[in-house]
């Protein structure tokens, strides 16, 4: 819909009315719920079947529309003194056309799941789906068996799927798979073959490979969102993994009998030639400190592939290194520890070497696991000596910024801008507390994740606060929401989340094993403050508002007073 008349708001020209949800006078949809969006001049009062909308300072509205299936018909009017606007909408919702079988005599597709080239062993299942037509004998690769699935399962006729056991015997190379579709009342035959290609690694030797790189992920499977797939953990470089399987862009990893992973192919060198299998005895341990940071050091062989989690009440570190089998007959402790109160280990198979290592106070203030050599090193920072605002260091992240921008309101604000100024004004508010401040960025410049992470651990910072905005598809969702990666760094975040909570912000919730970049370092306690929903009305104002701006520096630095006082108290 074009603008119809226009006003003086906050300063600049603004439409009487402007609807962009619905986007024409008369639209089709296929799904719901939609929305009434748009700016009108908060002057007068907008009203939609006779029902009022608020309209915020700003001039953004929203509403859910109400849809029923076919034409849905829609009077506006924005009513500013004696005069009205009106306007008529038409939205037919037609709900998506059900899957319709497969016409003819043929194959409409066929698919290995889940997905893209593979690289599978024996003892591997091949998996496949065949869509085509109903009621038909169905095979694949060597004859195997296709069965047609129940239509309430699938939604529609003609759903067939399959699996295969690879054997030893297999001896597919970079090849597609065959189908074949018979009809047996006329004889006749249709066949298609697979656009992805499969490999069977049947050489005989393992297959190795080295991270290429520090920081390498390793993922649990083969799931993703918009953050990436659920991670392990990471890995040093140079670590040897075996490789099993290959889907995509992702290699599989075999860490014990009971455990494997996946990483990255571009995280990984093949080791050309035959390699054995990942494997080290374990020697003699040194716990030292050098006062700034406590060390276990654990030597090894070769440099293998481990995870790490940490453990409450008591507060542990726990780490098991793959392929390490325990030849460890002393473990020397020297005095002066500051983080450590004990370590210890257990084999709890013959292929994963458990470490343990006791934390002397409840709260975790960070860690690092990598190589010295081929020495294990697990790295442990202390708690601060004082736990008090005056003294501290505290990255504060800018979320965004140049090239990109971010999630954007109604108003045309994009968020990068909003991140900037809330952060700044974070900052002066540490530094009045008498805290140092590392940031990101200062202006509005592109800072890739790869660069913050590095700079907050070469700064070696006390914690990380990262300021964004939300954003939904839902203009009606909004709130503050904090966000934490490791369970031992919750309580920053709730924290945060309690003061925030008392500007009168709707509570979206506190977020655990959230997969983003700046929560994912165990380094040191972090927190990601999604501030409010660029996407509501009601948040969009408040945060182009100054004023709360100062509001949440506020709000952040007592959340983060009040985890100290409490972690003083324990």
Same mark, same amino acid.
């Given at each position: 819909?074009?603008?119809?008349?226009?006003?003086?708001?906050?300063?600049?020209?603004?439409?009487?009315?402007?609807?962009?949800?619905?986007?024409?006078?008369?639209?089709?949809?296929?799904?719901?719920?939609?929305?009434?969006?748009?700016? =009108?001049?908060?002057?007068? =009062?907008? +009203?939609?079947?006779?029902?009022?909308?608020?309209?915020?300072?700003?001039?953004?509205?929203?509403?859910?529309?109400?849809?029923?299936?076919?034409?849905?018909?829609?009077?506006?009017?924005?009513?500013?003194?004696?005069?009205?606007?009106?306007?008529?909408?038409?939205?037919?919702?037609?709900?998506?056309?059900?899957?319709?079988?497969?016409?003819? +005599?043929?194959?409409?597709?066929?698919?290995?799941?889940?997905?893209?080239?593979?690289? #599978?062993?024996?003892?591997?299942?091949?998996?496949?789906?065949?869509?085509?037509?109903?009621?038909?004998?169905?095979?694949?690769?060597?004859?195997?068996?296709?069965?047609?699935?129940?239509?309430?399962?699938?939604?529609?006729?003609?759903?067939?799927?399959?699996?295969?056991?690879?054997?030893?015997?297999?001896?597919?190379?970079?090849?597609?798979?065959?189908?074949? #579709?018979?009809?047996?009342?006329?004889?006749?035959?249709?066949?298609?073959?697979?656009?992805?290609?499969?490999?069977?690694?049947?050489?005989?030797?393992?297959?190795?490979?080295?991270?290429?790189?520090?920081?390498?992920?390793?993922?649990?499977?083969?799931?993703?969102?918009?953050?990436?797939?659920?991670?392990?953990?990471?890995?040093?470089?140079?670590?040897?993994?075996?490789?099993?399987?290959?889907?995509?862009?992702?290699?599989?990893?075999?860490?014990?009998?009971?455990?494997?992973?996946?990483?990255?192919?571009?995280?990984?060198?093949?080791?050309?030639?035959?390699? $054995?299998?990942?494997?080290?005895?374990?020697?003699?341990?040194?716990?030292?400190?050098?006062?700034?940071?406590?060390?276990?050091?654990?030597?090894?062989?070769?440099?293998?592939?481990?995870?790490?989690?940490?453990?409450?009440?008591?507060?542990?570190?726990?780490?098991?290194?793959?392929?390490?089998?325990?030849?460890?007959?002393?473990?020397?402790?020297?005095?002066?520890?500051?983080?450590?109160?004990?370590?210890?280990?257990?084999?709890?198979?013959?292929?994963?070497?458990?470490?343990?290592?006791?934390?002397?106070?409840?709260?975790?203030?960070?860690?690092?696991?990598?190589?010295?050599?081929?020495?294990?090193?697990?790295?442990?920072?202390?708690?601060?000596?004082?736990?008090?605002?005056?003294?501290?260091?505290?990255?504060?992240?800018?979320?965004?910024?140049?090239?990109?921008?971010?999630?954007?309101?109604?108003?045309?604000?994009?968020?990068?801008?909003?991140?900037?100024?809330?952060?700044?004004?974070?900052?002066?508010? $540490?530094?009045?507390?008498?805290? =140092?401040?590392?940031?990101?960025?200062?202006?509005?410049?592109?800072?890739?994740?790869?660069?913050?992470?590095?700079?907050?651990?070469?700064?070696? =910072?006390?914690?990380?606060?990262?300021?964004?905005?939300?954003?939904?598809?839902?203009?009606?969702?909004?709130?503050?929401?904090?966000?934490?990666?490791?369970?031992?760094?919750?309580?920053?975040?709730?924290?945060?989340?309690?003061?925030?909570?008392?500007?009168?912000?709707?509570? +979206?919730?506190?977020?655990?094993?959230?997969? $983003?970049?700046?929560?994912?370092?165990?380094?040191?306690?972090?927190?990601?403050?999604?501030?409010?929903?660029?996407?509501?009305?009601?948040?969009?104002?408040?945060?182009?508002?100054?004023? $709360?701006?100062?509001?949440?520096?506020?709000?952040?630095?007592?959340?983060?007073?009040?985890?100290?006082?409490?972690?003083?108290?324990?």
């Amino acid at each position: 819909m074009d603008s119809i008349g226009l006003s003086a708001a906050h300063g600049q020209q603004q439409p009487r009315l402007k609807v962009t949800s619905p986007m024409k006078d008369s639209s089709v949809v296929a799904d719901t719920p939609a929305y009434f969006r748009g700016i =009108a001049d908060p002057s007068g =009062a907008l +009203f939609l079947n006779g029902v009022e909308v608020p309209v915020y300072n700003t001039g953004v509205f929203a509403a859910p529309l109400p849809l029923q299936e076919g034409a849905n018909e829609f009077q506006v009017w924005h009513v500013s003194g004696a005069d009205t606007l009106r306007k008529r909408m038409v939205v037919v919702f037609e709900k998506p056309a059900p899957l319709q079988p497969t016409a003819g +005599f043929s194959i409409e597709y066929v698919r290995i799941l889940p997905g893209g080239d593979c690289w #599978l062993q024996p003892g591997d299942p091949l998996q496949v789906e065949m869509k085509a037509t109903p009621g038909m004998e169905a095979t694949f690769y060597k004859g195997i068996p296709l069965f047609e699935v129940d239509t309430t399962a699938v939604g529609v006729a003609g759903i067939y799927r399959g699996e295969y056991i690879v054997n030893p015997s297999d001896s597919l190379a970079d090849s597609s798979v065959s189908f074949y #579709l018979r009809d047996k009342s006329n004889q006749k035959t249709v066949t298609a073959a697979s656009t992805q290609r499969i490999t069977v690694l049947n050489q005989p030797h393992v297959l190795t490979g080295l991270t290429t790189s520090g920081h390498a992920p390793l993922y649990y499977g083969l799931g993703s969102d918009r953050l990436g797939g659920a991670k392990m953990g990471f890995l040093d470089s140079l670590v040897k993994l075996e490789i099993t399987g290959r889907t995509n862009d992702m290699y599989r990893v075999r860490l014990s009998e009971q455990a494997q992973a996946y990483i990255p192919v571009d995280n990984v060198r093949l080791q050309q030639g035959a390699y $054995f299998r990942p494997y080290s005895l374990t020697g003699s341990w040194s716990v030292t400190s050098d006062s700034t940071f406590d060390f276990v050091r654990i030597g090894l062989d070769e440099r293998l592939p481990y995870t790490h989690v940490v453990q409450q009440h008591p507060t542990r570190i726990v780490v098991d290194i793959y392929g390490a089998v325990s030849n460890s007959n002393w473990i020397t402790q020297k005095e002066g520890l500051v983080a450590i109160e004990n370590v210890w280990y257990e084999q709890i198979n013959k292929e994963v070497f458990r470490v343990f290592i006791e934390l002397k106070d409840k709260q975790l203030w960070g860690y690092q696991v990598g190589y010295e050599g081929n020495r294990l090193v697990i790295r442990v920072k202390p708690q601060p000596s004082t736990l008090d605002l005056q003294g501290f260091t505290i990255a504060v992240d800018a979320g965004h910024g140049g090239s990109n921008r971010g999630a954007s309101g109604m108003t045309g604000v994009v968020e990068k801008d909003l991140n900037l100024a809330m952060a700044l004004k974070l900052k002066a508010a $540490f530094e009045r507390a008498g805290s =140092a401040v590392i940031m990101t960025r200062t202006r509005d410049q592109s800072v890739n994740n790869s660069y913050r992470l590095r700079r907050f651990r070469e700064s070696d =910072a006390d914690l990380l606060i990262s300021i964004h905005c939300n954003s939904s598809r839902n203009p009606m969702v909004q709130g503050v929401s904090t966000y934490y990666r490791h369970h031992a760094y919750r309580p920053l975040s709730q924290y945060i989340l309690t003061e925030m909570r008392k500007l009168g912000l709707a509570d +979206f919730g506190n977020v655990g094993g959230f997969n $983003f970049t700046l929560n994912a370092p165990t380094e040191l306690p972090t927190a990601l403050v999604e501030v409010g929903f660029l996407s509501n009305p009601a948040d969009e104002e408040r945060l182009l508002d100054p004023q $709360f701006h100062d509001e949440v520096a506020g709000s952040i630095v007592d959340g983060v007073s009040r985890f100290l006082s409490e972690v003083s108290s324990r």
